[in-house]
Each structure stands twice: as C-alpha cells, then as structure tokens.
C-alpha cells in the first residue's frame, strides 16, 4: 500500500514537473516569437544542405548568407565540432536574432564506428545490444557536433527488391515494434532529456508505408486498405512516438492518393490527433517539391498543402521559404499555421539545450577521446557476431579449425571499401577491417591464402550505377579466366575455401532496387568453379536484403549471412567462424526461393484456397513451378549447437479477457556448443470477423544454454495480444478458438490451442 502512494506522488511529482517545463517552454519560445517576423518564422521553417550527404538532385545555395538573413531553421550534412561550430556562429553572431540552427545528419547504423546495417542489426533480436549501438552512436553524434540524427526508420519491408530494406528491421510490426523503441532510447537517453550534451534527437521515417511500394520500385506509389496500415505498417511509428521520439520525418510515397507530406489524414488526424505527437515533423528531402511531380500542382499549392497538412520543416526543396508568405498574404495557408510550425522548431531547439548554449554539442575533446574508441569498436564487434545468420551449415563445417590451409576466396574478401554497408555517411571505410585481415588476425595457425577469383559484377553499366559514392565494384587487369585460374588453384591445396561473396555496399539503400537479387554473374561462374575443386567451400554471404540463394542452398555446405557489418565487420567474422561466438542471428525478412515469390511473408492470411502441405494441387492457392514456402523463413538462423523444444504447456484451455495465458515449454541445449537461442511465440486466431494471418510473432525471449543444459521458458499473454483492427478501425477481441506456437523460427514450431471465453 505504502508502496503503491509513493508511486503515486512520484508520478504526480514528475507530471507537474513537466507541466512546469512546458510553461517555461511555452513562455520562453512566446517570447521570442513576438520578436519575428513572418520571413524570420518562415526562415526557421527551413532545413539546408550545404552538400555531404545528397540524396536528391538540389543542394542549397548561398547557405551563409541565408543563414545571416535568418532564413534557415537548421543545417544536415556537416559534421565536426570545428565546420560546425563555424556555422553556428554565423547564426548565433550575425543573425538579427542569434537564434541557434540546428544540426542533423543520417547517423544512421553508428555514426564514426559502424555497427551493422539496420536489417543485420534487427536479426540479433536483441533489444538490448541495438540500444546500446544506437546510444554510443548518439554519444559519438553529439561529440561532433550533431543534435538530430535521422533515424530510426522503422519501414515494415515485404518486398526484397526494394533496396531501403536494408535500412529498417524487416517484415514483422511487433519486432520492428520493440526495436523502434530500443533505437528512440538509445539516441534519446534513458529519460528522453534532450538537453543532455550525449544524446541526439531522434527521427523517426519515413512516415509512413514507405516500404511498401509498389514493385519493390524506390519512391514508387504505395497503396492499401487501412485495416492492413493499423495491423501490419503503422504499429512501429507508433511505437516510436509512443517512446518519446522528438521527430517524424514523411515519406516519398502517397497514401490513399495524396503523398505522404500533403496527408492531413496522416500528419495530423493520424500523428497528432489521435497519437498525440507534439513533437516536429520534418520533410524527407525535397518531398515537398516531390508533390508536383506527383500531380498536386506549381510550388506555392504544394507548399501551402504540406504546411496545411501538418508539416513543420521543409527539407532542403526551399518550397516553404520562397512561397508561404505569398500564400499567407493570398490566404492560402493562415499565420497560426505558420506559427504552429515554427513553434515546434523552436521548441525543438528548446529541448536540446540551444538557447542556453548553442554550442553544447561540439566537443572536440570528448570527439577526439570517443570516436572510434577501443570501446566502441568491441562493442561494435560484438554487435556485429550478434547479427550473422547461419543459413547452412551441413556436417559441421562450422567452425574452422585453427590449423591448416584456409583458402579465402572473393571480391569482397579485401574490400575494405565495402564493409560499412549503405547510409555510412560518416564511416571510414579505410579504419574497417577486411574480411582477410579478420580472418589472418583469429586464424591462430592456420596459413591462410587469398585469391580476388572474380570482379563483384562484369556489367559495367551496372557498375556505373551502384558505384556513385565511390568504386565498390571494381574492374581488375586480369580476364574472369585468370582469376579463376588463380582461384581455383589454391582452392585445390586448401583444407577450406571461405567464399566471400554478395552485394557491393549500395547495392541495396536508397534508390538501389534490383530486379534480380541472386548473386551477380560472374560470382555465381566462381562459386560453381571452387565447388568443382571437390573442396568443402563456405560462403560468406555480404548482402543488404534477402537474396536468391536456390542454387547456392543446394550446392555450398555452409552458408553464413553477415549483412555489411560495419567498422569491425572482418573480426567479427573471423570470431564466428572460428567458433569464438556461437552464430544466433535470426532472420527478420523471408527469403524467397526466387524472384517470382515476392511479396513473401510468414504472418500471410489462409486464403480460401490454402494449400495443405508443400505438393503442387490444382485450384489451390500455390504456384505451377515453385512451392510457397521460402527458402529461408522469418525467424530462422542455425546455430552451432542444437536445441530442442519440448511440448508446449498452458496454463489454461480457456481464459476470459481478463485472465493472462502462461505459455511454457523447456529448451534443452543438444549440441556440443554452449549458444543462445531466440525463442519464438506466435499465435493464430482461427475465427474472426476480419480474417487473421496463419501466424503472427507476439512475444520472444533469448535463452542462453550451455552444452547439455535445458531451461524453462515462459510467455504470458494477455488480451492485448489477441486483438485486432476491425472494420472501424478500432482495436478488439473476438471470442473463440486461437492457436498458440512456439519454436526456433516461425515455421518449424510446437503448437497447442487455447479459447477465449466472452
Ligand atoms: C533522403 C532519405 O530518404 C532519408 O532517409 C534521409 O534521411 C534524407 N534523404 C536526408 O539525407
């Protein structure tokens, strides 16, 4: 009792603590509004580039002077307490003013240290290492001057052509859930106190469906019902704001008709009506001007239709700066809409501390001493091991012995620059460390011999494409039948063969889309070459989205999925090969088993006409020339151990809204390794008015077993986990009949049944 009034206060303590905050808050950014004027409030509106990370075809221009003239609100692209501090100064010297600018950057997966991309980090299932990647990725923003990074973007992904899918945590909303909080925690801090000189403000994109375009196409049209929006692509947006994010960012794509930035459904009614985000809510890079193209109209309509719509900053596309006071004085847009929107950047700046010093979040000491840090790069390592997924691994080929010839064979077996994987912007490619150089650092006394074997790709168009920030697929002096040659000759005096195989780092990011996600050409001729020397080859798999993989399944032994890892990418390798880590990485994305698959997704609905079982049947819901299931389903990973899960057992058959479900089973640890493994829970509702997919993940946990050892796992479900959207739009629960899964992946699971009583 005592202990529940003492909550009590606190939580009323806190609560008008942050009243009183808000008053401050309120005051203070009322204050300096009464001193703007309309072109100065609009200037704050306006988010410039000067160049570094260009995602569009625009770079601002005049970025000083516009900065002297009070027209720009803050600055991404810059980075170093010392540029920084240069731009800062302009602002805060020479600006009628001095109001601060604010400073971001898509620090995205790590800031100097690179950790691995988002899709890799997500198959570590581990909430807990992703907020930490994210916290020392914050402490090293803030050092170098940053206070906003754009991330976490949290874009449910079914469709691996789309190369964004690297960027986010997969195909599932209840794991994208957990890490889009994870992430806001990480860069935000603990408490969500921005004003902290060690944490960053936090962006949360592409608001929203941006993962679902049509095609897999990048900046294609999206388009669905919005029962299929609440239940599968808006829940980890919502998680984010849930936990505090500071703010949104919009995305390409239209939703119903009109594009993301000009919604008024989903920027307002959506985001802030019924979630209650205060927070700012930015433009991804020149969407605003993007809306013309779209077919929404000349500049100033689709300015005046963002800033209607919600939106308070309008990323580098200048549509805000050059049109709204001519729609305010046409009564297009109204002040209280200029107003509002300037607010928000002002309080945003409020919150992290600017106003008292502007200069908080430059510091070339703590820069010099924790970028990069030894500390940061174990870290780094270790979150690296934890993301690899072994996707094969027959007879044990795994781990390499210490000892012998270790044959390492590939275009990306030395190839520093493509490591890091896309949006690195601040990495540097030349302090990560190779796969080679892992492999000779934690070979012990293994001799270890190399061959390049073949380019990454041949096409030299292709080439052109993906090597736009730099040569990541490079040509050597030597034919494809040298290098071969080459190869396959210290293949055949090799114990092993490590292929190191796969994607070139932008590949896959930002309008990087494929239409052919298997390995390119000229791999695939090395790798059929080095299986013909009759040795043992394993792949070594770098890729940021699922790949075809038939061929390669059916022919390599081992296969080991390690994304692009980051900084510590090589180590991390040699560590999971060598067996200093265990591989537990599971698979947040299916793998289809080709191209004619996709979309493909574990939590799909039954249709009226399932198959039963994996045969082809007539007038069934399946394929003439290949079976449903992909090659690699949502949650799966090997392991270099064993485990075994007995039968599930519940507390109750029937539970009443009220009661919670205890779902129980032992894991034993059957294998001859000590290792983790992700305990998956999914659950089926068999009947119900909105028809429900044939599996859905509601909880999972992480067990640690040495070799032998078995323990006792235990979910808890609640009414919460058996609800759904309905026709209405509102989240509720049906009576009758639901199946509950548990298993190491999402396919191969215990199951045992339960009903919800009214
Ligand atoms: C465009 C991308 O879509 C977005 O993710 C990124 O944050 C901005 N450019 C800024 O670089």
């Given at each position: 009792m005592k202990k529940i009034s003492f909550i009590i206060i606190a939580s009323v303590m806190v609560t008008l603590q942050l009243y009183a905050q808000d008053a401050k808050m309120n005051a203070f950014v009322s204050e300096l509004m009464g001193k703007m004027t309309i072109d100065e409030k609009i200037g704050q509106l306006n988010l410039v580039t000067p160049g570094g990370a260009v995602t569009g075809s625009v770079v601002s221009s005049d970025v000083d002077n516009k900065i002297r003239n009070g027209q720009v609100g803050g600055l991404f692209g810059i980075t170093g307490p010392d540029k920084v501090h240069k731009a800062q100064e302009i602002a805060v010297n020479n600006s009628r003013l001095k109001i601060p600018l604010l400073f971001g950057l898509d620090v995205i997966h790590g800031h100097r240290t690179i950790f691995p991309i988002p899709l890799g980090l997500s198959c570590s299932w581990d909430t807990a290492l992703i907020e930490r990647s994210a916290r020392i990725a914050a402490t090293e923003a803030s050092a170098d001057g940053l206070d906003w990074g754009f991330s976490p973007m949290v874009d449910i992904a079914r469709d691996p052509r789309w190369g964004r899918i690297a960027e986010g945590a997969g195909e599932d909303p209840f794991l994208g859930s957990q890490i889009a909080r994870a992430m806001v925690k990480g860069y935000q801090g603990a408490n969500n106190d921005l004003t902290k000189t060690d944490v960053i403000m936090a962006c949360v994109k592409h608001f929203a469906l941006y993962g679902a375009e049509d095609a897999g196409r990048d900046y294609n049209t999206t388009d669905m019902s919005r029962i299929k929006m609440y239940q599968y692509y808006l829940p980890p947006y919502k998680a984010a704001v849930d936990a505090g994010v500071g703010t949104v960012m919009s995305s390409f794509n239209e939703i119903d008709g009109i594009p993301a930035t000009g919604n008024k459904w989903l920027m307002t009614d959506l985001l802030r009506k019924q979630w209650g985000f205060k927070g700012l809510v930015v433009t991804d890079y020149t969407a605003v001007n993007e809306m013309s193209a779209h077919g929404e109209g000349d500049l100033q309509t689709v300015s005046a239709l963002a800033l209607n719509a919600g939106i308070d900053m309008d990323m580098v596309g200048e549509g805000f700066l050059t049109t709204l006071k001519k729609s305010l004085q046409e009564g297009k847009v109204t002040e209280q809409g200029i107003n509002d929107a300037c607010r928000r950047v002002l309080e945003a700046k409020y919150k992290l501390g600017l106003f008292d010093n502007p200069y908080r979040r430059m510091d070339m000491v703590?820069?010099?001493?924790?970028?990069?840090?030894?500390?940061?790069?174990?870290?780094?390592?270790?979150?690296?091991?934890?993301?690899?997924?072994?996707?094969?691994?027959?007879?044990?080929?795994?781990?390499?012995?210490?000892?012998?010839?270790?044959?390492?064979?590939?275009?990306?077996?030395?190839?520093?620059?493509?490591?890091?994987?896309?949006?690195?912007?601040?990495?540097?490619?030349?302090?990560?460390?190779?796969?080679?150089e892992g492999i000779k650092n934690g070979?012990?006394?293994?001799?270890?011999?190399?061959?390049?074997?073949?380019?990454?790709?041949?096409?030299?168009?292709?080439?052109?494409?993906?090597?736009?920030?730099?040569?990541?697929?490079?040509?050597?002096?030597?034919?494809?039948?040298?290098?071969?040659?080459?190869?396959?000759?210290?293949?055949?005096?090799?114990?092993?063969?490590?292929?190191?195989?796969?994607?070139?780092?932008?590949?896959?990011?930002?309008?990087?889309?494929?239409?052919?996600?298997?390995?390119?050409?000229?791999?695939?001729?090395?790798?059929?070459?080095?299986?013909?020397?009759?040795?043992?080859?394993?792949?070594?798999?770098?890729?940021?989205?699922?790949?075809?993989?038939?061929?390669?399944?059916?022919?390599?032994?081992?296969?080991?999925?390690?994304?692009?890892?980051?900084?510590?990418?090589?180590?991390?390798?040699?560590?999971?090969?060598?067996?200093?880590?265990?591989?537990?990485?599971?698979?947040?994305?299916?793998?289809?088993?080709?191209?004619?698959?996709?979309?493909?997704?574990?939590?799909?609905?039954?249709?009226?006409?399932?198959?039963?079982?994996?045969?082809?049947?007539?007038?069934?819901?399946?394929?003439?020339?290949?079976?449903?299931?992909?090659?690699?389903?949502?949650?799966?990973?090997?392991s270099y151990t064993r485990f075994s899960y007995s039968d599930i057992s519940l507390s109750k058959k029937e539970i009443s809204p009220n009661d919670k479900l205890q779902v129980r089973l032992t894991v034993t640890n059957t294998g001859n390794f000590d290792g983790e493994e992700t305990v998956q829970l999914y659950i089926r509702d068999m009947v119900a008015t909105i028809t429900q997919p044939v599996k859905e993940l509601k909880a999972f946990q992480k067990v640690w077993l040495k070799k032998g050892e078995s323990k006792e796992v235990s979910f808890t479900l609640s009414i919460?986990?058996?609800?759904?959207?309905?026709?209405?739009?509102?989240l509720i629960y049906e009576p009758g009949d639901f199946k509950v899964f548990v298993g190491g992946n999402s396919r191969d699971v215990k199951e045992a049944g339960f009903t919800l009583t009214k």
């Amino acid at each position: 009792m005592k202990k529940i009034s003492f909550i009590i206060i606190a939580s009323v303590m806190v609560t008008l603590q942050l009243y009183a905050q808000d008053a401050k808050m309120n005051a203070f950014v009322s204050e300096l509004m009464g001193k703007m004027t309309i072109d100065e409030k609009i200037g704050q509106l306006n988010l410039v580039t000067p160049g570094g990370a260009v995602t569009g075809s625009v770079v601002s221009s005049d970025v000083d002077n516009k900065i002297r003239n009070g027209q720009v609100g803050g600055l991404f692209g810059i980075t170093g307490p010392d540029k920084v501090h240069k731009a800062q100064e302009i602002a805060v010297n020479n600006s009628r003013l001095k109001i601060p600018l604010l400073f971001g950057l898509d620090v995205i997966h790590g800031h100097r240290t690179i950790f691995p991309i988002p899709l890799g980090l997500s198959c570590s299932w581990d909430t807990a290492l992703i907020e930490r990647s994210a916290r020392i990725a914050a402490t090293e923003a803030s050092a170098d001057g940053l206070d906003w990074g754009f991330s976490p973007m949290v874009d449910i992904a079914r469709d691996p052509r789309w190369g964004r899918i690297a960027e986010g945590a997969g195909e599932d909303p209840f794991l994208g859930s957990q890490i889009a909080r994870a992430m806001v925690k990480g860069y935000q801090g603990a408490n969500n106190d921005l004003t902290k000189t060690d944490v960053i403000m936090a962006c949360v994109k592409h608001f929203a469906l941006y993962g679902a375009e049509d095609a897999g196409r990048d900046y294609n049209t999206t388009d669905m019902s919005r029962i299929k929006m609440y239940q599968y692509y808006l829940p980890p947006y919502k998680a984010a704001v849930d936990a505090g994010v500071g703010t949104v960012m919009s995305s390409f794509n239209e939703i119903d008709g009109i594009p993301a930035t000009g919604n008024k459904w989903l920027m307002t009614d959506l985001l802030r009506k019924q979630w209650g985000f205060k927070g700012l809510v930015v433009t991804d890079y020149t969407a605003v001007n993007e809306m013309s193209a779209h077919g929404e109209g000349d500049l100033q309509t689709v300015s005046a239709l963002a800033l209607n719509a919600g939106i308070d900053m309008d990323m580098v596309g200048e549509g805000f700066l050059t049109t709204l006071k001519k729609s305010l004085q046409e009564g297009k847009v109204t002040e209280q809409g200029i107003n509002d929107a300037c607010r928000r950047v002002l309080e945003a700046k409020y919150k992290l501390g600017l106003f008292d010093n502007p200069y908080r979040r430059m510091d070339m000491v703590r820069a010099n001493k924790e970028i990069l840090s030894a500390e940061h790069r174990k870290a780094a390592r270790e979150t690296a091991a934890h993301s690899f997924v072994l996707l094969k691994n027959d007879n044990q080929l795994l781990p390499l012995k210490k000892s012998g010839t270790i044959a390492v064979i590939g275009p990306l077996a030395d190839s520093k620059r493509n490591m890091l994987g896309t949006w690195s912007v601040s990495g540097d490619p030349a302090k990560s460390i190779s796969v080679l150089e892992g492999i000779k650092n934690g070979a012990g006394a293994a001799n270890i011999v190399y061959a390049k074997g073949a380019n990454l790709s041949d096409d030299r168009e292709f080439a052109k494409h993906v090597n736009v920030f730099g040569t990541e697929i490079d040509f050597d002096n030597r034919s494809a039948d040298e290098m071969l040659t080459e190869a396959t000759t210290i293949a055949s005096k090799a114990d092993v063969v490590v292929a190191v195989l796969g994607e070139a780092a932008d590949m896959t990011g930002e309008s990087s889309s494929m239409s052919n996600i298997g390995l390119q050409e000229s791999q695939l001729n090395l790798l059929k070459a080095l299986i013909k020397t009759g040795k043992p080859v394993v792949i070594v798999l770098f890729n940021g989205r699922p790949m075809t993989l038939t061929w390669e399944n059916d022919h390599a032994p081992a296969i080991l999925d390690v994304w692009f890892g980051g900084t510590e990418a090589g180590n991390a390798i040699a560590d999971v090969l060598f067996g200093n880590y265990d591989p537990s990485g599971k698979l947040t994305t299916s793998f289809p088993r080709n191209v004619g698959q996709i979309p493909i997704y574990y939590n799909h609905k039954n249709t009226g006409r399932p198959l039963d079982g994996n045969e082809f049947q007539k007038f069934r819901s399946d394929y003439l020339d290949v079976s449903n299931d992909p090659l690699y389903p949502f949650g799966y990973g090997l392991s270099y151990t064993r485990f075994s899960y007995s039968d599930i057992s519940l507390s109750k058959k029937e539970i009443s809204p009220n009661d919670k479900l205890q779902v129980r089973l032992t894991v034993t640890n059957t294998g001859n390794f000590d290792g983790e493994e992700t305990v998956q829970l999914y659950i089926r509702d068999m009947v119900a008015t909105i028809t429900q997919p044939v599996k859905e993940l509601k909880a999972f946990q992480k067990v640690w077993l040495k070799k032998g050892e078995s323990k006792e796992v235990s979910f808890t479900l609640s009414i919460d986990d058996l609800k759904f959207y309905n026709s209405d739009l509102n989240l509720i629960y049906e009576p009758g009949d639901f199946k509950v899964f548990v298993g190491g992946n999402s396919r191969d699971v215990k199951e045992a049944g339960f009903t919800l009583t009214k």
